[in-house]
């Protein structure tokens, strides 16, 4: 059994709507990813998504394809991503879920990437561009050796295709909450409940919803309807903003979202 499963069965004993982070590995460096890991670790981060740079991304927003572009040019590939979370698994408590396109892995070799992946203490493995009729190959791979396979869902996703997505996914599933790309944006998406209704019924598994959010009062919303909130972009730019002080920056952002500590500077906002 992975990590996730333990984390999301303790989230709701406590009632606690989780926190999922993404960041892109190698953004700025990978030596600088690994302390950003440790540090949303040390925010209290619940899950942390690792995302491989990828050069043709489709539904990466402007945000995280600019964090892509920095991370390529900077030499950060999967091999180098599954490397540097091997590196810092042993100091990092929260699930880590490795957040891929297909071509990466298909290129890298399923079977090493899966024996590479465990080895490394990764948890889970959520690949976007991955039909889920075309997913067997890679499900059974990794399920023989403990990683879940992380479906998405979205607004346009059929009530059948929902339960088969429920049906094959592990850990839990990922709610995108608008059509589009990613990016913070003001609100949480009109279909958000909607959307975790209609998984609600279908499944038990947990609903991580993402696409969008960025505040402490997004995360508070989402935790009605779902078992954690993903926030990504605005993270990323908090990354950005920071610089050398990204690692500072991000546990205190994440803190912030926690609702457990104000953000520097948050009068200015």
């Not at 995280?64 to 810092?88: H, P």
């Not at 947990?206 to 309807?225: K, M, Q, Y």
Request: charged share 25%; aromatic share 6%; glycine share 10%.
């Amino acid at each position: 059994m992975s990590r996730l499963q333990p984390t999301f069965e303790a989230l709701r004993q406590r009632g606690r709507t989780g926190l999922v982070t993404y960041v892109t590995a190698g953004d700025p460096d990978l030596a600088c990813s690994a302390r950003i890991l440790e540090a949303l670790d040390r925010g209290g981060a619940d899950v942390l998504e690792v995302g491989v740079p990828f050069s043709d991304p489709l539904a990466d927003g402007p945000v995280i394809q600019r964090a892509s572009e920095r991370a390529l040019a900077a030499g950060a590939t999967l091999g180098t991503t599954v490397a540097m979370i091997a590196g810092v698994r042993s100091r990092v408590r929260a699930p880590i879920v490795v957040f891929s396109y297909a071509n990466p892995i298909l290129r890298y070799g399923v079977d090493r990437f899966a024996r590479d992946a465990s080895s490394a203490g990764v948890d889970g493995v959520l690949v976007l561009d991955l039909p889920l009729e075309e997913s067997e190959p890679l499900r059974a791979t990794l399920d023989a050796v403990g990683l879940d396979l992380v479906f998405l869902v979205s607004p346009t996703t059929s009530e059948a295709r929902i339960a088969e997505a429920a049906r094959l996914g592990r850990g839990f599933l990922y709610a995108i909450s608008r059509l589009g790309v990613t990016g913070a944006r003001q609100e949480v998406a009109d279909g958000a409940r909607a959307l975790a209704e209609r998984i609600r019924r279908q499944t038990s598994l947990p609903i991580a919803l993402g696409f969008g959010l960025s505040t402490p009062a997004h995360v508070a919303e989402v935790g009605r309807w779902a078992d954690a909130a993903v926030v990504g972009s605005a993270l990323v730019e908090q990354i950005v903003e920071a610089g050398a002080d990204a690692p500072a920056r991000v546990e205190a952002y994440v803190r912030w979202l926690k609702g457990s500590r104000g953000l520097p500077g948050e009068d200015a906002r």
